[in-house]
């Protein structure tokens, strides 16, 4: 049963440019969480799908946008990247309505030079 | 902004012996869970304790939870050099809400 997957597992982008992440949340989870983590920082929460609708957002600007797909995998848009946008971006997912830890998936380093 | 902070920032032990982490948060919650991360990779949920258990055990670990101080700690016993990570304590506030994380301890058992 594969668990959260995400791609890419790297990036390097220019400051400026667009950027997408992707994930694909476990079976069986259907509600998908992104979050943030710079270096030496816990998570920051950036916002949550389910039912395809972003339904929480932290507080992070509208540069930061996402999608949630039929088959509830999500992707991550950032638009007009700044350094600071240089951080492990981390996915995770969990069955709506069941309260358990959540399954996170490795990451995407996303470095902006 | 973090809800709270876990204490030690960093921990240095050697093989076999506890190590102890603190937690402490701000906010009212549902439950209060550990994750722990290796190498600034994916999270791994390690234990979730409920806001009206006081104490959870999970193999060699031990989760303790103080409400009314707004704490929680986690112990490892026996710790073992694979032990070595990251973790952080998560507050879950219920109601579909999301998961607030601390700025998380360095582990490093030494061999």
């Known amino acids: 049963d594969a668990g959260v997957t995400q791609s890419p597992t790297h990036l390097i982008k220019t400051r400026g440019q667009q950027v997408t992440l992707r994930c694909s949340p476990k079976?069986?989870?259907?509600?998908v969480s992104w979050y943030q983590q710079a270096l030496g920082q816990g998570p920051q929460f950036i916002f949550q799908?389910?039912?395809?609708?972003?339904?929480q957002r932290g507080n992070f600007p509208d540069r930061f946008s996402g999608h949630q797909f039929p088959n509830y995998s999500s992707e991550l848009n950032v638009n007009a990247l700044l350094l600071g946008d240089s951080a492990l971006y981390l996915c995770?997912?969990?069955?709506?309505?069941?309260?358990?830890?959540?399954?996170f998936g490795s990451g995407t380093r996303l470095t902006v030079v | 902004s973090q809800q709270g902070e876990e204490d030690p920032q960093a921990l240095s032990i050697q093989e076999g012996e506890n190590a102890t982490m603190n937690c402490s948060y701000k906010?009212?919650?549902?439950?209060l869970q550990w994750y722990r991360q290796n190498s600034g990779r994916g999270l791994v949920h390690l234990i979730l304790?409920?806001?009206?258990?006081r104490e959870k055990h999970s193999g060699r670990l031990r989760v303790t939870l103080d409400t009314s101080k707004k704490s929680s700690s986690l112990l490892i016993t026996a710790s073992r050099a694979a032990d070595t990570a990251s973790y952080f304590c998560?507050?879950?506030?219920?109601?579909?809400?999301?998961?607030?994380f601390g700025s998380g301890t360095q582990l490093t058992v030494l061999p």
């Open positions: 995770a997912s969990r069955r709506t309505g069941e309260s358990y830890g959540y399954t």
């Open positions: 079976s069986g989870h259907d509600t």
């Open positions: 799908y389910y039912e395809e609708e972003e339904r």
């Open positions: 906010t009212s919650i549902n439950n």
């Open positions: 304790i409920r806001s009206n258990e």
């Open positions: 998560a507050t879950d506030p219920g109601s579909a809400r999301q998961l607030t």
